[in-house]
């Protein structure tokens, strides 16, 4: 591979795909950022991506605002529902939002396919996750085969390559890897409750799962959360 690669990093501003940003550097891609606005609950994630982008010398970093939130059916973009305190349960639970991945990754295979751009990074993870169908290895599987069969340049035989790095870790796995890529922790957010000072809630499943990867870690959890 050359220095000179360039790759999408699909970024949330959250611990997972700052992680997936920071591997993507480490072996030498250039990074190109896309961040989505998408109704949720709150905006401190977009900026915490935008900040992020920067400290990670990003060769682009965009903004796309697609409103996933008019479809409904989601705790996170709907204001009306609650979210859930973090409880064990193999239910997909209501924060799952309808299509994301699906929408996410079809708008980054445009732009790499329009830009020539052969590599796209994900920071889903299939194993410390809030169940979402659209983080599991079976799914990135099923939409690498619609791109070598839907995509000029699939067809072509030059696919795009879908790069998961953190599907199959542990968040405490994927923390202590972050660390050693100079990764701050503190600089992203991970809540799905954050408050209008953008502190973290501690109960919800994100937090949860954050909080029991830092214990994994053996590292302190740098995460502000609502006292």
């Not at 606005?37 to 982008?53: D, M």
């Not at 349960?89 to 799952?96: D, E, K, Q, R, V």
């Not at 973290?200 to 954050?210: H, K, Q, V």
Request: with cysteine.
């Amino acid at each position: 591979m050359s220095v000179a690669d360039k790759a999408i990093i699909l970024l949330s501003g959250g611990l997972d795909s700052t992680t997936t940003l920071a591997i993507a550097k480490s072996k030498g891609y250039e990074c190109v950022g896309i961040s989505f606005s998408y109704g949720q609950s709150h905006h401190f994630e977009v900026e915490r991506a935008k900040e992020l982008a920067l400290s990670f010398q990003c060769i682009e970093h965009h903004l796309v605002e697609i409103p996933i939130s008019s479809f409904g059916g989601s705790a996170l973009t709907d204001p009306t529902q609650t979210i859930p305190d973090y409880q064990e349960s193999n239910a997909i639970p209501i924060t799952y939002v309808p299509a994301r991945n699906i929408i996410f990754l079809s708008f980054a295979i445009g732009w790499a396919e329009a830009r020539g751009i052969d590599h796209i990074f994900i920071g889903v993870n299939a194993v410390d996750y809030s169940g979402y169908p659209d983080c599991r290895p079976e799914f990135i599987e099923a939409f690498q085969r619609m791109i070598d069969v839907g995509t000029k340049k699939g067809v072509e035989g030059q696919s795009i390559k879908i790069h998961t790095p953190l599907i199959s870790m542990t968040k405490g796995e994927i923390i202590n890897l972050g660390i050693s890529l100079g990764v701050d922790y503190a600089k992203t957010v991970s809540c799905y409750k954050l408050n209008e000072d953008g502190h973290a809630c501690r109960t919800c499943d994100s937090c949860a799962l954050r909080s029991k990867g830092f214990i994994e870690a053996g590292i302190d959890d740098p995460t502000t959360y609502v006292k």
